[in-house]
Nanobody, 121 residues
């Protein structure tokens, strides 16, 4: 059993900042890739940022220079620092983690339940 839990969403004014956190826990041998997706009303879920265990990072173009993803492997945590927020960043943000279980040859993706980020004046 694995749990992935996000925290840190909320309401912020345009130009403001928020920091999202996500922790994976449970039957974990190793956490591989971690990252954040988001889904706005009426839109498809999109990848915002991803980070490998070795800290290779990818961002969607719309957040480059404003968002920073980081991770703490010892705590199985991933963070998303969001600065200069815009109304178009409003969405439910979902954390994912690709996890290898003890005794398993395959790894699996696990998702959090999502945290709402609303950017509005």
């Amino acid at each position: 059993q694995v749990q992935v839990v996000e925290s840190g969403g909320g309401l912020v004014q345009p130009g403001g900042s928020l920091r999202l956190s996500c922790q994976a826990s449970g039957s974990i041998l190793r956490v591989n890739n971690m990252g954040w997706y988001r889904q706005a009303p009426g839109k498809q879920r999109e990848l915002v940022a991803a980070i490998t265990r070795g800290n290779n990072i990818n961002y969607v173009d719309s957040v480059k220079g404003r968002f920073t993803i980081s991770r703490d492997n010892a705590k199985s945590m991933v963070y998303l620092q969001m600065n200069s927020l815009k109304p178009e960043d409003t969405a439910v943000y979902y954390c994912y983690a690709n996890i290898l279980h003890p005794g398993s040859y395959n790894s699996y993706d696990y998702w959090g339940q999502g945290t709402q980020v609303t950017v509005s004046s």
